[in-house]
């Protein structure tokens, strides 16, 4: 279970957020909305243990996500906004090195299945500076299905940039991990259809 409690997030003099609490559970889905400018990507942040909140908490399994270190990344997968990918690779190659780069033994062809199955399949072998910034983001979500999956996934605008066929199969994917035990924290200001409840914390102006 991931915790956060009391977080509150300033950038210099503009308070962002302010005590902010949550409960993240096996199986659940957490959508995070608010205007741009408002901290959801912050709060991402602060919740990947990547920057530190002004006030507050955040605990997975019930251990500050901080004291944990390493152990606490070894159970996330996050992706954020920047696609981290090498111009100079193809989507094959920078998938295994993302992958390597986490310590988690993927095979070639489990990487390969994984890129088909976002769609990508003529352009296994291309340089990625030639792909597009919508199959650029596809290369980094072909990461979410792949085997060991890690239980809490943190999500930046994960549908930003894709066409429906991709979102579809993206929504499933999401709901397979919840289903396998996983959960899912995201944000997006798409309006996405999910098969299940999914729960809602809003930082905007206002919000309780």
């Given at each position: 279970m991931?915790?956060?409690q009391?977080?509150t ?7 962002l ?8 559970c096996a ?5 995070v909305t608010a ?8 709060l ?8 530190h909140?002004?006030a ?5 399994r019930?251990?500050?996500?901080h ?5 606490y990344?070894q159970h996330?997968?996050?992706l954020?906004?920047?696609?981290a ?12 090195f ?7 033994a993927v095979s070639a062809a ?15 072998d291309?340089?990625?500076r ?8 596809r290369?980094m ?32 994917t999401l709901?397979?991990?919840c289903d ?9 200001h798409?309006?996405?259809a ?6 809602t914390l809003d ?6």
């Open positions: 991931l915790e956060a009391g977080l997030c300033s950038k210099g003099t503009l308070l957020f302010e005590d902010v609490s949550f409960q993240l199986g659940q889905l957490l959508r205007p741009n400018g408002h901290g959801k990507t912050s991402l942040r602060i919740l990947c243990g990547l920057a909140a002004d507050g908490t955040v605990c997975w019930g251990a500050d996500i004291r944990l270190g390493p152990a990344r996330l997968l996050y954020g906004h920047a696609d990918l090498a111009d100079s690779l193809t989507p094959l190659e920078n998938l295994r993302l992958c390597q780069a986490q310590a988690d489990a990487c390969r299945d994984a890129l088909c199955r976002m769609g990508l399949a003529a352009m296994l291309l340089p990625t030639l792909l597009s910034r919508g199959q650029r983001r290369v979500l072909a990461r979410l299905s792949l085997r060991p999956a890690r239980p809490l996934w943190i999500l930046d605008e994960p549908f930003n940039l894709l066409d429906a066929a991709t979102v579809a199969a993206l929504t499933r709901a397979n991990h396998n035990g996983g959960c899912v924290l995201l944000t997006t798409q309006e996405v999910f098969d299940r409840p999914v729960r930082l905007g102006p206002g919000a309780p």
